[in-house]
T-cell receptor, first 112, second 115 residues
Framework: AQSVTQLGSHVSVSEGALVLLRCNYS??????LFWYVQYPNQGLQLLLK??????LVKGINGFEAEFKKSETSFHLTKPSAHMSDAAEYFC??????????FGTGTRLLVSP | GAGVSQSPSNKVTEKGKDVELRCDPI?????LYWYRQSLGQGLEFLIY????????KSGLPSDRFSAERTGGSVSTLTIQRTQQEDSAVYLC?????????????FGPGTRLTVL
């Protein structure tokens, strides 16, 4: 069955530092992959998605992710963290079925 | 334009009572999804609607859970005889068409607490 694994339930960075949130997927067919962000007491907002058009995907708020088939990874990065990036981030996979399978989430903490 | 809206935002109920949660999708979106977010289980898929029909009910945890969608728009998730393990945030999402690559737009959720 298709699934995603997010390494690290919490990631702490300093403001201005590189953000790296890890996501690995398992799939026997090319997947569609998504990163969503959830701010406190809000719903999920799409950051970016991979749909096989390009392996490097740019999203909102300066985030980007690279699809690496050989590593079955879709890690999320941002060169310089802002305090406003503090939130929970979810990686998800969709494989032709009309539902998303989510990872367990990574909470990003940003310190001044 | 208006996003996905859900009501109520918070619901506290007593064990054994029935509850109804409402979702108003983005106008024109044909696909509608319900998910549940809880501490122990993370984000789980519950049910998916294509128009008014539900081709995939595989995620409903028990027969106490049911959902309907009318007029290809509003959806209601009903939980009968609520149990404490039903406490969670229930999220609704909609998308323009039913495709695996389509973006799902999420509402703010309904936080359900069963005492």
């Amino acid at each position: 069955a298709q699934s995603v694994t997010q390494l690290g339930s919490h990631v702490s960075v300093s403001e201005g530092a590189l953000v790296l949130l890890r996501c690995n997927y398992s799939s026997s067919v090319p997947p569609y992959l998504f990163w969503y962000v959830q701010y406190p007491n809000q719903g999920l907002q799409l950051l970016l998605k991979y749909t096989s058009a390009a392996t490097l995907v740019k999203g909102i708020n300066g985030f980007e992710a690279e699809f690496k088939k050989s590593e079955t990874s879709f890690h999320l990065t941002k060169p310089s963290a802002h305090m406003s990036d503090a939130a929970e981030y979810f990686c998800a996979v969709s494989l032709g079925f009309q539902k998303l399978v989510f990872g367990t989430g990574t909470r990003l903490l940003v310190s001044p | 334009g208006a996003g996905v809206s859900q009501s109520p935002s918070n619901k506290v109920t007593e064990k054994g009572k029935d509850v109804e949660l409402r979702c108003d999708p983005i106008s024109g979106h044909t696909a509608l999804y319900w998910y549940r977010q809880s501490l122990g289980q993370g984000l789980e898929f519950l049910i998916y609607f294509q128009g008014n029909s539900a081709p995939d009910k595989s995620g409903l945890p028990s027969d106490r859970f049911s959902a309907e969608r009318t007029g290809g728009s509003v959806s209601t998730l009903t939980i009968q005889r609520t149990q404490q393990e039903d406490s969670a945030v229930y999220l609704c999402a909609s998308s323009p068409i039913e495709g695996a690559a389509d973006t799902q737009y999420f509402g703010p959720g309904t936080r359900l607490t069963v005492l």
